[in-house]
């Protein structure tokens, strides 16, 4: 179909974006058949990069330190596990084919081993449609960080600095920045000039990056080259000044570099934040539907955004669910995380459940505010799963002030509807009661120029806003300081987002608060006995029958969802008394698949 669009387009080059056919020499060489610039590297370094095992043979050929491991094919759960105790736990298992995070997994010991070189088996046969595993050891605390190169046809490369990418959940990158809080000058250089050799080496053209692994002492080693623009890419481009999709461009048209090493300067910091529809809260679980509103920040000189979706479409359980690149640049790493916070209070998203709140904590975190990163950090930080309550602290009195100032914004506004009645005209009382977070606020909230002055709980608080009824965001300055908090009316309350944080808010009467304690709760259905899907996908297999006893922590299911093979385990013993889908069934959220005794 590219090709047909291709010849009815006339177009004489093609780029090919950042996903898998970027890294794909099939289609690369086919284009070169049909007389089309295929504007990425050549097809033999595509080969020789794309083949996790060959470019590491090719990497220690030219001169570049690689991590210690088992490079030929491993056929077998059992020779994985004699490999991995030959390497030493713990190792990595990774698809000699793999990108993207797809077909790698972590082993500690032997039944990690088997289970983990199924896994990244299957998932590389489905991703890739090629099953080849290999091991290497498995560096603890390491920093993932990444060189961007640029070569030209005529022999020249350069590279463009670093990018960090440590903050990964499941070998998926979630935050990037340039350049990186641990590299100087010196160790910049030196990991430049690995980066270099390894392009010459292989006679690259175009862009392309070369990963390394660096250690708690500083040492790195070659991790892969990705010959293909970088998801991330964008981060470079606000540091360096050069929009390397042009660079690309020019050098796929037979133009030489523009740029020496030492033309390369490094302007500020960029900070770059993966949305992802997915749910942080329930383990990180793709989320599918509607972007029922979708509207990103404004950009300007600070802030970017990178998206391919937009309000009305769908978000589908066959593609990556990242939904947008949100991108922030300053002259410090301070500035940068800052606008990065504001940004993502000012985006909306509705319909998908979407890992804002979880982006706002990292950016917030302490360890983060102090460049202390690995790739382990969000299984370290958050090794139980990530909870409303690691959401960062925000001031309740600050909301409720907003949620007072929005009711009484349209109280004013139900006030002034006419045909009262001489005598009943209605009043807009100025006590209220703010019940939000399990708890009670007491309001005074008084009409200004410009605003309210609001008082909670005897804190007083200038709200001062051109907030206009219908807008989801309400942009104000409460005592001076700017900030962005998205509103949505619900029936009679509304619900605030602000640093990730959703509330629910009920501004009412203060006598109708009194009684609402009376009120009974309704208590949620008893699921305990049924292992339910915990999102939409493909049931790939189920590993028990009825009247079967498992064990805590037993494999019960696998489900596909997002290119991604999800086990379920049990969480305490048992008996199966009924199987509810079977092998090959599209499942729904919630979805019941096995019924316990």
């Not at 039944?111 to 199924?118: E, H, K, L, T, V």
């Not at 302007?267 to 383990?283: F, K, L, M, N, S």
Request: hydrophobic letters at 45%; a negative charge; proline letters at 4%.
């Amino acid at each position: 179909r590219i090709m047909a669009a291709v010849a009815e387009a006339g177009a004489d080059a093609v780029h090919p974006g950042y996903g898998f056919l970027a890294e794909n020499a099939r289609f690369a060489r086919r284009l070169a058949r049909a007389g089309v610039t295929f504007i990425g590297p050549g097809a033999r370094a595509i080969t020789a990069m794309g083949d996790k095992i060959e470019s590491k043979k090719l990497a220690e050929k030219a001169g570049v330190r690689t991590i210690p491991g088992h490079t030929r094919v491993i056929k077998d759960a059992r020779e994985a596990v004699r490999v991995a105790r030959k390497i030493g736990y713990p190792v990595m298992f990774k698809a000699s084919a793999g990108g993207g995070g797809k077909g790698m997994r972590v082993a500690r010991d032997d039944g990690q081993a088997r289970d983990g070189f199924r896994s990244a088996a299957n998932e590389a046969r489905s991703a890739f449609g090629d099953d080849r595993v290999f091991a290497e050891k498995f560096i603890d605390e390491p920093r993932h960080i990444e060189i961007q190169v640029l070569a030209d046809s005529h022999g020249s490369v350069v590279h463009l600095g670093e990018r960090e990418c440590s903050i990964q959940r499941r070998h998926q990158k979630v935050i990037e920045e340039a350049p990186s809080p641990a590299l100087d000058a010196e160790r910049r250089a030196a990991m430049g000039d690995q980066a270099v050799a390894l392009a010459k080496a292989v006679k690259y053209v175009s862009a392309g990056t070369v990963e390394f692994i660096v250690d708690g002492n500083g040492n790195f080693y070659f991790l892969e080259m990705n010959t293909r623009l970088q998801v991330e890419h964008p981060v470079t481009e606000m540091v360096t000044g050069l929009d390397l999709v042009e660079e690309m461009i020019r050098i796929a048209a037979g133009e030489k570099l523009t740029i020496t090493q030492d033309d390369v300067r490094l302007d500020g910091w960029a900070i770059e934040a993966r949305v992802y529809a997915e749910d942080p809260t329930r383990g990180f679980l793709p989320s599918v539907g509607r972007l029922v509103r979708y509207a990103p920040p404004a950009e300007d000189a600070g802030v970017r955004v990178d998206s391919g979706v937009y309000e009305g479409g769908e978000i589908s359980v066959h593609y990556d669910p990242m939904i947008a690149k949100l991108i922030t640049h300053g002259d410090t790493r301070d500035e940068a995380t800052r606008r990065m916070q504001g940004a993502l209070d000012e985006f909306l998203i509705q319909g998908v459940s979407h890992n804002i709140g979880f982006l706002a904590a990292l950016m917030a975190h302490r360890r983060f505010r102090e460049g202390r990163l690995s790739t382990g950090f969000i299984a370290e930080e958050y090794p139980d799963g990530f909870h409303a309550a690691d959401l960062p602290h925000d001031d309740p009195g600050r909301l409720a002030a907003v949620a007072a100032s929005v009711h009484m914004a349209y109280q004013e506004r139900a006030a002034r509807i006419s045909g009262q009645r001489p005598g009943h005209r209605r009043r807009v009382a100025t006590d209220w009661v703010v019940v939000m977070g399990g708890a009670n606020h007491e309001v005074a909230a008084h009409p200004v120029d410009g605003g309210f002055d609001v008082t909670v709980d005897g804190e007083a608080f200038e709200v001062r806003h051109h907030w206009r009824f219908g807008e989801p965001l309400f942009r104000a300055t409460i005592g001076g300081v700017a900030l962005t908090v998205q509103i949505e009316r619900r029936n009679v309350g509304y619900r605030l987002t602000h640093t990730g944080s959703r509330l629910d808010a009920l501004v009412l009467d203060p006598r109708i608060a009194r009684l609402g304690v009376h009120m009974p709760v309704k208590a949620p259905a008893d699921t305990s006995k049924f292992l339910l899907s915990p999102m939409p996908g493909l049931l790939v297999s189920v590993a028990v029958a009825v009247g079967q006893e498992v064990k805590a922590g037993e494999e019960l299911a696998v489900v596909e969802a997002m290119k991604m093979e999800n086990v379920l385990r049990a969480e305490r013993d048992g008996v199966i008394a009924a199987v509810r889908a079977q092998p090959g069934d599209s499942l729904a959220v919630d979805q019941a698949i096995l019924e316990f005794e």
